[in-house]
């Protein structure tokens, strides 16, 4: 499926991506797929690293890939906060009910 470092980041970018759209459509379900798969890519990434370099002219799309997946994952942040808050209050409530 990869077989260099810049195609995971690439991968790791498009899955986050998806991860924004899918909360922008409130679809939180897909947005917590999305980050299993961030995750996976991640770790295959970590692995992959210890054998290999990134080329000079690749660390800085590399930088670009990470300040979009940065600023991806804010908006995320900013789009879960009022659904985090419901669950956080439903949750509450069902422990009241259990003590």
Request: hydrophobic share 45%; charged share 30%.
């Amino acid at each position: 499926m990869h077989d260099n470092l810049m195609d995971y980041y690439r991968a790791i970018e498009a899955a986050s991506r998806q991860m924004l759209e899918a909360a922008r459509t409130e679809d939180w379900a897909e947005v917590v797929r999305c980050e299993g798969a961030c995750a996976v890519l991640i770790e295959q990434l970590r692995f992959l690293a210890k054998s290999q370099a990134l080329a000079k002219e690749q660390r800085s799309e590399k930088s670009r890939i990470m300040q979009r997946i940065l600023r991806n994952d804010a908006e995320i942040r900013v789009l879960a906060e009022p659904w985090l808050s419901s669950f956080a209050e439903i949750f509450e409530a069902k422990l009241q009910m259990i003590h």
